[in-house]
């Protein structure tokens, strides 16, 4: 069974700094493809991140130059670091596997407040 379960989503002040991570466990993760989208309130669920299985990344528009997705196969888990937040970054983050098919995790709340 898959499992993904995320943790590190905090309430952040503008400008300030995250890093969250995401476990997977049920698959060998070294050939998932990992990203991380988030969900705001009244809004569609969008790609933030993406990291292949030959590390290559793709960043949405709105994160690149702050934001930065790696993984640690020995340790089944994918990073995002967040940086420079903006109360616009504010949703829940959620950490998706794919290899034939996708598993999500229940994801981590971020909130960029003053």
């Known amino acids: 069974q898959v499992q993904l379960v995320e943790s590190g989503g905090d309430l952040v002040q503008p400008g300030g700094s995250l890093r969250l991570s995401c476990v997977v466990s049920?698959?060998?993760?070294?050939?998932?493809?990992m990203s991380w989208y988030r969900q705001a309130p009244g809004k569609e669920r969008e790609l933030v991140a993406y990291i292949s299985t030959a590390y290559n990344t793709i960043y949405a528009d709105s994160v690149k130059g702050r934001f930065i997705i790696s993984r640690d196969n020995a340790k089944n888990t994918v990073y995002l670091q967040m940086n420079s937040l903006e109360v616009e970054d504010t949703a829940l983050y959620l950490c998706?596997?794919?290899?034939?098919?996708?598993?999500w995790g229940k994801g981590t709340l971020v909130t960029v407040s003053s």
């Open positions: 049920g698959v060998t993760f070294r050939l998932a493809v």
């Open positions: 998706n596997a794919r290899l034939t098919y996708d598993s």
